[in-house]
């Protein structure tokens, strides 16, 4: 395989920098892009060229291209908070949707062969299971909506401009460089957080919904090979493990990767699909793709890595645009800190 100049966006972030570390292992010069609103410098590897900087800062982007003239683009770079995206609608699309316009265009005028952009299955909604490519979107929140904007924006640009795309809708993925800080996304990292500062796991509803939890290292090694396949330009791909568990069957095989005997607190419900995972027939025949990890293994994996650097303080997001109808445990959360500011 040639070497290739490669960007990934939100490179230091957690499946942005698997990605960098899968593609620098093939031969390829990295640069990654990130604001480090999500990601650490420590998850760059040592010879990755970082720079730092937002997506949405349309003349950063375009000089960037300009000076490094990119063969490739994995656009991973996203505040990929589903529930807490309709409240902060403003600040969803503008990170979300005009940041990923401004690397599309940038792309196009600089000449890259092929952009790659991470989606979501956010963007199916409350469709029929399991979800296929061939299903018309219905995203049930902004940070759904801003994804399918993307994809739509890819299909038109290739069409008027013939910039050539790949796009893959991950779902719940998780291992280790995951910000267990986070408190509004992750699941799998923030219970563990909880565990290791002797809290209990929150879970919204009854913990019946379902989810394919996938790690990490069963999708970072087909994203990278989707520019150099042929087969799978202009084209959309779910990519993800196969088998759905409850969030209670989680929690309880988070617990178990821990050490420590499941302790749950169940919160009021929130508004989120019920069941969410999908068919990945189209990715096994154009990649000749399975997921090998079984849940299990893959905590077991991330639960190793976050006893090693321990618990992480949560921040909450400062810039919520409206309140009303936030679950009450967010709600509370925010105004405690805002009166502390106040103070």
Known sequence: MPRSKILVTGGAGFMGSHLASELVSRGHVVTVFDD???????????????????????????????????????????????????????????????????????????????????SSIAVYGKNQIPMSEEMVPMPEDPYGIAKLAVEQELRVSHEMFGLDYVVFRPHNVYGEKQNIGDRYRNVVGIFMNQIMQDR????????????????????????????????????????????????????????????????????????????????????????????????????VAMASWAKRVGAKRSKLFDNVEISKN??????????????????
Request: proline share 3%; hydrophobic share 45%; with cysteine.
């Open 36 to 118: 480090l609103s999500g990601g650490f410098t420590e998850n760059v590897d040592a010879g990755i060229r970082l720079i730092e900087g937002s997506v949405s800062n349309t003349a950063l982007v375009n000089a960037m291209f300009s000076q490094e003239r990119f063969d490739y683009v994995f656009h991973l770079a996203a505040y990929a908070a589903e529930g807490l995206s309709h409240f902060i609608k403003k600040f969803n699309y503008e990170n979300n949707l005009i940041g990923s316009v401004n690397l599309i265009n940038a792309s196009i005028n600089y000449g890259v062969k092929c952009f790659v952009f991470t």
């Open 200 to 299: 209990p796991m929150t879970i919204f509803g009854d913990g019946e919904q379902t989810r394919a939890f996938t790690y990490i290292q069963d999708v970072a090694p087909v994203i990278a090979d989707a520019p150099f396949n042929p087969l799978a330009r202009n084209q959309i791909f779910n990519v993800g493990a196969d088998t759905a568990y409850s969030v209670n069957e989680l929690a309880k095989q988070v617990a178990k990767a821990m050490g420590v005997a499941p302790k749950i607190e169940y919160l009021e419900p929130r508004n989120e699909v019920k069941d969410a995972f999908s068919s990945h027939k189209r990715i096994e025949d154009v990649f000749g793709y399975r997921a090998n990890v079984s849940l299990e293994s893959g905590i």
């Open 326 to 343: 936030m679950p009450a445990s967010w709600q509370q959360e925010i105004l405690a800190a805002r009166s502390k500011v106040e103070l």
